[in-house]
């Protein structure tokens, strides 16, 4: 069973960074596309950011992040990272790590693995 465990969540003061990560347990974590997602209170999970498996040479973003979010990958780590600058009072929500073999799976937001979710709070 393939287990994501995120960290790095907090609370940070608008125009403030945090650095989300996510620990893939299972092996060969280079065969997965990964991707960020998000969900606050009272809306729909929403996608937030993709990278495409092996190297990652690829990567997507919503709209609402372009620019500000920076996502990366660490193979030999087996994590998955998501370097987020510039936060306002709109990124707060809980953040999730997903895991899939398709890429499309995860720009679509049906990917097969899911993590806890880390719950970032920006004041404003």
């Known amino acids: 069973q393939v287990q994501l465990v995120e960290s790095g969540g907090g609370l940070v003061q608008a125009g403030g960074s945090l650095r989300l990560s996510c620990v893939v347990s299972?092996?060969?974590?280079?065969?997965?596309?990964m991707g960020w997602f998000r969900q606050a209170s009272t809306k729909e999970r929403e996608f937030v950011a993709g990278?495409?498996?092996?190297?990652?040479?690829?990567?997507y973003y919503a709209d609402s992040v372009k620019g500000r979010f920076t996502i990366s990958r660490d193979n030999a780590k087996s994590t998955l990272y998501l370097q987020m600058n510039s936060l306002n009072a709109e990124d707060t929500a809980i953040y999730y790590c997903?895991?899939?073999?398709?890429?499309?799976?995860?720009?679509?937001?049906?990917?097969?693995?899911w993590g806890q979710g880390t719950q970032v709070t920006v004041s404003s």
């Open positions: 997903a895991a899939d073999f398709a890429t499309a799976s995860i720009t679509g937001g049906s990917p097969a693995y």
């Open positions: 299972e092996r060969p974590f280079h065969l997965y596309a």
């Open positions: 990278i495409s498996r092996s190297g990652g040479t690829v990567t």
